[in-house]
């Protein structure tokens, strides 16, 4: 038998707000939803909406919880990190599964986990969560890209297979990822969704219009760094444009440091941004520019990042920093950013992301105080695991 679950108010994002809204659902999916000739809800302090999606993380690096501080420059903070993560053998499961709890408690039903050594894989198929799982390849001087690219997706090939999780192998960014093996990545992607770091950091600026500063100094020190390479002399969007990456099927993560045209460009290739406002101020890169993202008409989702440069992994912190850094902004839009535009841009639009009919019923409701007049605008106001519950 299907279950009706009324509220004070429902958002479907794919539509207006409802009041006195409704929802009727049967063995997991989305049977109707609506607002006519419903009885006021005894839920009033309540409003029903999609499950999160965080569509940038690193589960993986869970462990680093508070051993990584701020730095004044994304290279400072990397090498900071670098230096943690090799006091450490195989990445430790258990604060993956915490993290992964952690989140869902806050309200996340879907991640766009970013994995090196795949640890978080199995944590993930035995959560119930949903996923698409990225296979990260860093290489600035690989022998033989193909190679690597294959070797990678034999890992995958050879997981558990589990229907929640999709994965693809995706490269970190262009200052760690040689020409060679961004295009073996780009050829052997077909119909997957590609993550990339992107015009994150200054310094990446610099990188790829001299061939010099902070990126190239770390890459000589840790050995990695090839004479061969020649600097493109373009910004981050044309280059990853030039070795076939620039399309619908693209996370474009971070972009503080974009410009109007390489915006433009991303929202002409339907592409997504991926803005994770809180880790940009932590590892020195800068705020991120939320109100040029959504003025260019690109697809906008959102990311925590890692436990390394959050103190949590509760997407609704991360709307409440970009409604303070993007007041012009309508609260439906950020919303959707965190509901059904990450969901499109992981490829998980067609089942999750919005409250329509024929999709799963990952949904959760938030308590709302009773003198609040706007429910949209609520949200946006740091919304903290205790007010949250999944329908069942």
């Known amino acids: 038998m299907s279950t009706v679950h009324h509220a004070r108010w429902v958002l479907p994002i ?4 409802i009041e006195n809204g409704w929802v009727e659902i049967d063995a997991g999916r989305i049977i109707a939803v609506g607002g006519e000739h419903s009885p006021p809800s005894t839920e009033h ?12 993380t690193h589960l993986e690096l869970s462990w680093m919880r508070d051993q ?41 039903m879907l991640f766009g986990e970013i994995t090196n050594t795949l640890a978080s894989y199995e944590p993930l198929a035995t959560s119930g969560m949903s996923a698409a799982v990225f296979r990260e390849l860093l290489g600035f001087n690989v022998a033989d890209p193909d190679g690597t690219v294959k070797g990678a997706q034999a890992q995958l090939e050879n997981l558990r297979p589990v229907a929640r ?43 790829l219009g001299s061939g010099g500063g902070a990126w190239r100094s770390l890459l000589t020190s840790l050995g990695a760094w ?12 044309d280059y990853v444009a030039s070795h076939g990456l620039l399309n619908q099927r693209l996370l474009a993560v971070h972009c503080v440091h974009l410009t109007e045209r390489e915006l433009a460009m991303l929202a002409e290739a339907g592409a997504s941004v991926v803005t994770c ?46 409604r303070q850094i993007a007041p012009g902004i309508p609260a ?20 999750l992301g919005t409250i329509e009919p024929g999709k799963r019923a990952e949904l959760i409701t938030v308590s709302v105080p009773e003198g609040a007049g706007d429910v949209e605008e609520y949200l946006l106001s740091g919304i903290e695991p205790e007010q949250v519950r999944w329908l069942q």
């Not at 794919?14 to 707000?17: A, E, K, N, R, V």
């Not at 302090?45 to 940038?56: K, M, Q, S, T, Y």
């Not at 499961?93 to 309200?107: K, L, M, Q, Y």
């Not at 520019?289 to 609704?316: M, Q």
């Open 165 to 207: 999780l999709r994965w693809s192998v995706v490269p970190h960014a262009p200052y760690s990822v040689s020409p060679a093996l961004l295009r073996a990545i780009a050829d052997a992607s077909k119909d997957a969704r590609i993550s990339i770091h992107l015009g994150e950091s200054a310094e990446e600026l610099d990188f």
């Open 14 to 17: 794919s539509q207006p707000p």
């Open 68 to 108: 990584v501080p701020p730095a004044r420059s994304m290279p400072q903070w990397v090498e900071r990190l670098m230096a943690l993560r090799r006091t450490v053998g195989p990445e430790p499961s258990a604060p993956i599964a915490d993290a992964i709890r952690e989140s869902r408690a806050a309200g996340t």
């Open 277 to 322: 406002p809180r880790s940009n101020q932590w590892v020195g890169a800068g705020v991120p520019p939320v109100e040029r993202f959504y003025r260019s008409g690109v697809r906008v989702a959102v990311g925590t990042d890692s436990l390394a440069s959050v103190g949590d992994l509760n997407v609704f912190s991360e709307l409440r920093l970009m």
């Open 332 to 351: 439906r839009e950020i919303l959707a950013s965190a509901t059904r535009h990450g969901a499109d841009a992981l490829g998980f639009g067609d089942t």
């Open 226 to 237: 090839t004479d061969q390479w020649r600097p493109p002399g373009t910004g981050p969007v």
């Open 45 to 56: 302090d309540r409003v029903i909406l999609p499950g999160l999606v965080n569509a940038h």
